[in-house]
C-alpha cells in the first residue's frame, strides 16, 4: 500500500526521522508472520466488529428502547450498558455484554502476539486518539500488566499483552475477571439511577426519528471526518494486511 503522503512524518512518530523504540516487553520482534492470505482471515472479524459497533452507534437512541439486547450485541460500550441495563434481565445482560466485550480482545492479543513491535508500531501509528497517551501506557505496561488487562482490556491493551508475550491463561483470567466485575458495576449503577436512566428513555421514546435522523448523521459526519485525516479505526483495519505484511505475498 502505498504511504499516506497526507501528513509531513513526525520525527516523534513510528516512521518518522526518528523511529520510536518500544520499552520492554513490547519490543519483541515479530515471533511468526502469517502471510497476506492468512492475516486477512484475521482481520475480517475485526472489520467486522468496527462496522458493528457504527451501526450500534447510529441506531443507539432507537434500540435502546426497541431492542436493548441488540444494541448491546453491536456495541457495548459503557454508555450504552448503563443506558439499558434495567431494561433486560441478568441472564441476558452478563452473558451477551460479557461475549461482545470479549469476543475482540483474542483477536488483538494474537495480533500482538504474532507481530511484536510491528504490532505495537501499527497500532501506535493508526491510533491517533491516544496519541502521547499510548507512549505512557507502554511505560506502565511492563510494570503493570495484568492491572491494565484487568481495568482496561481494550484493543490496544490486549494488542500489547500479545505483543509482551503474557501467559495466554494469565491474560484471559484477567481480562474476563476485569470485564465481569466492570459489568457488575454498571448492574449496581444503572439500579442507583434507575429513574433519571428511564426517564432518559422516555425521552429517547418521546423523539425516535428526529433522534435517528441525528444519531445517524452524526455517526456519518464522524467517520467521513476521521477518514479524511487518516484516523479512521476501520481504514486502519481494512489496510492492517498492508501495514504488517508490507510488499509480501502468502508463501506457504
Not at 523504540?21 to 502471510?35: A, E, I, T, V
Not at 472479524?45 to 458493528?52: E, S
Not at 459497533?53 to 448503563?82: E, F, K, Q, Y
Amino acid at each position: 500500500m502505498a504511504q499516506d503522503l497526507s501528513r509531513t512524518p513526525d520525527p516523534d512518530e513510528p516512521g518518522g526521522e526518528t523511529a520510536h523504540h518500544h520499552p520492554p516487553p513490547l519490543d519483541s520482534p515479530p515471533r511468526h508472520r502469517l502471510g497476506r492470505r492468512r492475516l486477512t482471515l484475521l482481520i475480517a472479524p475485526i472489520v467486522g466488529l468496527v462496522v458493528a459497533s457504527n451501526v450500534g452507534d447510529a441506531l443507539a437512541t432507537t434500540l435502546a428502547t426497541t431492542h436493548p439486547l441488540t444494541l448491546v450485541a453491536l456495541n457495548a460500550r459503557n454508555r450504552n450498558l448503563v443506558l439499558v441495563t434495567n431494561e433486560l434481565d441478568a441472564v441476558s445482560f452478563y452473558a451477551v455484554a460479557t461475549l461482545r466485550l470479549l469476543v475482540s480482545d483474542p483477536l488483538f492479543f494474537l495480533l500482538g502476539y504474532w507481530y511484536g513491535d510491528a504490532a505495537v508500531t501499527w497500532m501506535e501509528r493508526r491510533t491517533r486518539t491516544w496519541g502521547s497517551t499510548m507512549r505512557q501506557v507502554e511505560r506502565w505496561f511492563g510494570r503493570a500488566a495484568y492491572p491494565l488487562v484487568f481495568v482496561a482490556p481494550n484493543n490496544v491493551i490486549c494488542l500489547m499483552a500479545g505483543a509482551a508475550g503474557m501467559s495466554v491463561v494469565g491474560f484471559f483470567v484477567a481480562n474476563l475477571a476485569g470485564t465481569l466485575v466492570r459489568l457488575y458495576l454498571i448492574r449496581r449503577l444503572g439500579e442507583a439511577f434507575e429513574a433519571p436512566i428511564d426517564d432518559l428513555l422516555g425521552f429517547l421514546a418521546d423523539y425516535r426519528i428526529p433522534l435517528l435522523v441525528l444519531s445517524v448523521t452524526l455517526v456519518a459526519a464522524t467517520s467521513l471526518f476521521e477518514m479524511r485525516r487518516g484516523d479512521s479505526e476501520l481504514e486502519a483495519a481494512l489496510h492492517l494486511d498492508d501495514d504488517l505484511e508490507p510488499g509480501t505475498d502468502d508463501l506457504s
